[in-house]
């Protein structure tokens, strides 16, 4: 559940840089631009990209309103590039084990996702 971004990707002004080019805002109008996992704030739709970003191998990444620009070293980008692409087309899935929001990725951000609890049996 959730709908998915429809991606492009273009290679950026140096051999280490991607520009992906998504359908829909990701942010507001403000830059958000991450040097470090560190920076990657609390929780908003950036900074967890952000984190999953950085997670795959990017050493940099801003977020713009719906473009994403990551940093890479260049020898990683034919693994990477496809890898990038599926986080920002599922950043706002929430079911399935491809869903941004799914236990797994929230539990490889280092968030613990919390189950409603089962319904009582009559």
Do not use: K
Request: hydrophobic share 40%; glycine share 10%; with cysteine.
């Amino acid at each position: 559940m959730g709908q998915t971004i429809t991606v492009t990707s273009r290679v950026g002004s140096d051999d280490t840089v991607r520009i992906f080019d998504c359908n829909r805002s990701l942010t507001g109008m403000a830059i958000e631009s991450y040097a470090a996992l560190d920076e990657t704030g609390a929780g908003r739709p950036p900074d967890v990209l952000a984190r999953r970003l950085f997670d795959l191998g990017a050493t940099q990444v801003t977020v713009y309103s719906s473009g994403v620009t990551v940093i890479a070293p260049e020898d990683r980008w034919a693994v990477l590039e496809p890898e990038v692409g599926h986080a920002i087309e599922h950043l706002f899935g929430y079911y399935g084990d491809d869903a941004g929001w799914a236990p797994d990725a929230l539990r490889a951000i280092g968030v613990e996702p919390v189950f409603p609890p089962e319904p009582a049996g009559d």
